[in-house]
């Protein structure tokens, strides 16, 4: 424990303003406010340096999906450290616990899976996934295939090549991205981007967009199409279900690799053990990393189909890789967070009772006349804000509303997302009914107090 253990939240935030520069953060602002310091947490619940309790409606930033405090995964990763606290896999090594976790993350995912590249983070998952998929049409004889094609609003993290995946604009503004034969297409947004068709006639014109899309790039110049199963950053957009079914038939159609990006679906959070499972999307990689280790430790991974693992093998060397590809104590606390999923059945009893109690709840808000649409799968949930209801017309200031939600949010101790005008729910996927209820009365009343401002003018995001 640091010598500030017993600091004053004055003392922390003087010290944090000076010395640390914080993710996605406007820091002029966030100094002159101070920042929360969370100190402490168990099960669902966090405590900050004022002793203050907030349920965590986020799971962290959706990754603590078993849970704070599970002594298993401590454990591991203290006896892990003891016995080797690091190694590499790079020049012909490897150790116990990464050899063990990459056979457990075989048996979990979908049949086509055996192989797994390990790394740091979701992001470096993605920019091997550039890598490898480029590395693989090369290798299999066709290296014009480079172009990989995503979707506007869509996150794959905050490197460079990351970011160039994903579809948000004030990203690429800074760092000038996207990284060259990065395509991106409409995103499947039926309340934004088709309130006026029906989500099923809907679904199929978004995932059409990659058909044109590859016949105006040409399909022997498209590598790979990347998508998350649900958007989680972007709002947990939940595509109509004639979405995926369309993006795979294309795919095969063109011959053209699919990527799943895992990072949040993945380890339960839809309800199944993969977002994949759920939309009955046949990927060719997995890109995984939060659940994975539930947060506990940073790890990441691409898992690669068989047949892309053949298409590698056949390539040589892939010069690709980092220091903490398959790091012991990363990988020991991720399979023991894998064992624990599976001994006490969490993804399954998430999807067959606690999955649907939440959504139920969840649905309850349609009748709300501060919401417009109402999102949700498994432990994912987004609540819509709108000023008139039944239009889709947003805020005329984007995200303010938001904002002013979460911060009553944290006020009723509930910590919940917004994303723009959306309030966003990902939970621990151990969440019990009662602490779902609790979080949705909490919810409730952050939502009434917006509503509240906004009739009464209080604050201005009309
Ligand atoms: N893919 C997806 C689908 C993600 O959601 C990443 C990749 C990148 O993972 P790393 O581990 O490099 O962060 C993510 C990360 C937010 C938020 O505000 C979401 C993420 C990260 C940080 C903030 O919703 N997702």
Redesign the pocket.
Known sequence: MGSLHNASTEQLQALDAQHHLHP?TDTRALNAKGTKVIKRAEGVYLWDSDDQKFLDGMAG??CVNVGYGRREILDAAYQQMEQLPYYNSFFQTSHPPAIELAARIAEVTPPQFSRVFFCG??????DTVVRMVRHYWSAVGQPDKKVIISRENA????TMA?ASLGGMKPMHAQGGLPIPDIEHIMQPHWFINGFDETPEDFGLRAAQALEERILAVGPERVAAFIG?PVQ??GGVIVPPDTYWPEIQRICKAYDILLVA?E??CGFGRTGNWFGSNTFDIEADLL?I??GLSSGYLPI?GVVVSDKVAEGLEAGGDFNHGYTYSGHPACAAAALANIELMQRERIVESAGDSIAPYFQKRLAEFAEHPLIGQVRGVGLLGALQLVPDKPSNTPFAKGGVVGTVCREHCIRNGLVM?A?DDAMILSPPLVISESEIDELFDKARRSIDQTLDDYRNSRIDFS
């Open positions: 996605f930033l959706w983070s979701g992001s470096e998952a993605n996150y794959h993290g905050s990351g998350e989680g950053a990006d990072v949040i890109a990393a939060k990441g997302r994303v």
